[in-house]
């Protein structure tokens, strides 16, 4: 009697234990982008959700072209990033099962307080690099099919302006994060385009400036997509969907809204 006794606590024990365990190892993986992670708004939101949910998010932050590709191979559970027609091309064949809304901001176009292009203080994004263009000025690009590499490209489209063909001269492409790229337009007086989040996040401006802001077509939506699990029977649907619909929902979009740096608000939330 003792030793069945003894045995039955220990398979009592063992299911206890396990249970603990797979609470202890459940998350899941958002394939994101950089702004989202080097402003802080994720370590401001994340936290919450987490100890609602008992799920762990874990982030992998990169450009969001690499974030759609390491989702489309099943590397995550969940995308949020900022390049809506990316986005929508992702849901579209397959990989994604519904993109939303999740909240805004705008790009900037940042550049020295010498202003070689003599840019500083217009409101329309084309016409100011169509003039960097013409006055062949220093300009940092991203270069890396992230959200802000995606949109920076359209304006050089919408001007005219072949980028491929000035790449190495007044275009320099630095193939890496908006940190990175803001360093380089720093050190060589150079313009560039970032999300004004990681814009006011950034610490070392030297004498960059903001130069154009305010037009419409520098407009940043964000979407949050599940990852389709027909595609990649690995995805965990059941807490990548209580993650989103927490982010969409009013506890999530309240957290957006009250992360703030310097007193200024970095992100606006618009889910519907």
Same mark, same amino acid.
């Given at each position: 009697?003792?030793?069945? /006794?003894?045995? &039955? ?38 936290? &919450? ?63 020295? &307080? ?41 304006? /050089? ?12 001269? /007044? ?74 619909? /927490? ?26």
């Amino acid at each position: 009697m003792f030793e069945t /006794w003894i045995k &039955a606590c220990a398979v009592a024990l063992a299911i206890v234990g396990a249970g603990t365990a797979l609470a202890a190892e459940e998350f899941i993986v958002v394939q994101s982008t950089t702004s989202t992670q080097n402003s802080g708004l994720l370590d401001h939101i994340l936290p &919450a959700f987490e100890a609602e949910s008992g799920i762990e998010v874990r982030v992998v932050a990169v450009g969001t072209g690499q974030a759609i590709k390491n989702a489309t191979n099943g590397d995550g559970d969940v995308l949020l990033v900022h390049a809506k027609a990316a986005e929508e091309k992702f849901v579209a064949e397959g990989w994604g099962v519904q993109r939303f809304d999740v909240m805004y901001n705008d790009f900037v176009l940042v550049g020295p &307080a010498a202003d070689q292009a003599g840019i500083k203080g217009g409101a329309d994004v084309v016409a100011a690099m169509t003039v960097i263009a013409k006055a062949q000025a220093p300009f940092a690009s991203r270069g890396d099919d992230s959200g802000t590499h995606k949109a920076e490209l359209r304006h /050089w489209t919408s001007a005219g302006v072949d980028v491929a063909a000035a790449s190495g001269g /007044w275009y320099r492409e630095t193939g890496s994060g908006m940190g990175a790229t803001l360093n380089l337009a720093a050190g060589m007086g150079a313009y560039a385009l970032t999300d004004r989040a990681t814009w006011i996040a950034f610490a070392n401006k030297g004498d960059l400036e903001i130069m154009v802001e305010g037009d419409t077509r520098l407009f940043n939506q964000y979407g949050v997509i599940l990852v389709n699990p027909e595609k990649h029977p690995g995805v965990k649907a059941k807490a990548g969907q209580m993650f989103i619909d /927490w982010l969409i929902g009013s506890d999530g979009q309240a957290a957006i809204a009250s992360f703030t740096l310097d007193g200024q608000q970095l992100f606006f939330p618009n889910a519907r």
